[in-house]
């Protein structure tokens, strides 16, 4: 199974955006039928770091730099795209959860911004240097204003939360952050 490689061409239309609002929302519609981080298992292969009631840490298959981590929900939330102002706490969560795995000043984290994303279950990556070529590549951070973005298919949780503290939605394109 190759899935695991975020980046490039969708394989398949995204998730239903009815359920996928509800999610966010806070509504039932927890799991997504064919999601494939809503079954995020070590029965299925993964290479679980760290689990507890809200979040699951796992090793990406296709490792973009020397230890190459992914933190997601275990209730399905679509893409950042899909994030508003009081999404930043669950931001705020993966974020602190990922800091203190892999502390470190150096260790790059971010999410890639639709279509730039294979799998539109939120996930934060998470990469130890040295990054591999690739890695370089395909996890670009473009400082914006004001603690926001510059244009950019990968963003990093701190633009994360800025952009939606401004009541602002992460875009490719430039956006303004909360004034810090
Ligand atoms: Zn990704
Ligand atoms: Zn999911």
């Known amino acids: 199974m190759r899935y695991l490689s975020c980046f ?12 996928e609002r509800a999610s966010l929302n806070g509504g039932d ?3 997504v039928r064919g999601c494939v981080f809503c079954d995020v298992t070590r029965e299925r292969g993964f290479n679980i770091a760290y ?3 809200e979040l699951i840490v796992f090793h990406d298959r296709s490792p973009a730099a020397r230890e190459h981590l992914l933190v997601i929900p275990r209730r399905h939330v679509s893409t950042v795209r899909e994030l508003r102002a009081p999404d930043a706490a669950l931001i705020e969560r993966m974020f602190a959860r990922a800091r203190a795995l ?3 000043p150096d260790v790059r984290m971010g999410f890639h911004i639709p279509p730039f994303s294979s799998v539109h279950h939120i996930h934060l990556h998470v990469l130890v240097p040295p990054l ?4 370089v590549l395909k996890y670009p951070v473009a400082p914006g204003t004001d ?15 800025s952009i939606l503290e401004a009541n602002g939605r992460v875009g490719l394109g430039p956006t303004a952050g909360r004034k810090s």
């Open 147 to 161: 603690g926001g973005k510059g244009w950019s298919w990968f963003v990093t949780p701190s633009q994360v939360i």
């Open 132 to 135: 591999k070529f690739k890695g």
């Open 29 to 31: 519609e927890a799991y």
């Open 102 to 104: 892999r502390p470190g």
């Open 8 to 19: 490039g061409r969708q394989k398949r239309p995204p998730d239903n955006n009815d359920a």
């Open 51 to 53: 689990e507890d009631d």
